[in-house]
């Protein structure tokens, strides 16, 4: 158990995704990897297989920020405009 970063409440927390899936997609490899990048120089990199996570949100947290933040952004921004992200 830790604490939400949204209800503050010391609950069991998801693996939350740091920045969402449909963001990065199309930065994908052939194998479904991308490079992440920790400022340590040409070693500095590691493949990922589902972008940067961390234990942020409860169960609760993580289904609202989903429905009422990720959802209409995606709606809104990226859906609405399908050139906003470039092709890798």
């Known amino acids: ?6 209800c503050l409440k010391d609950l069991e927390l998801r693996n939350s995704h740091i920045i969402p899936e449909f963001l990065h997609k199309k ?3 052939n194998k479904g990897h991308l490079a992440a990048i ?5 070693k500095g990199y590691k493949p990922l297989q589902q972008g940067l ?3 942020l949100f409860c169960e609760c947290c993580e289904q609202h920020f989903n429905e009422y933040c990720e ?4 709606t809104q921004w990226i859906n609405a405009n399908p050139n ?3 092709d890798p």
Do not use: D, T, V, W
């Open 84 to 86: 906003s992200l470039p």
């Open 27 to 29: 930065l994908y490899n």
């Open 1 to 6: 158990m830790s604490i939400c970063q949204l």
């Open 53 to 55: 996570r961390e234990y």
């Open 38 to 42: 920790n400022g340590q120089g040409n």
């Open 71 to 74: 959802k209409p952004f995606q």
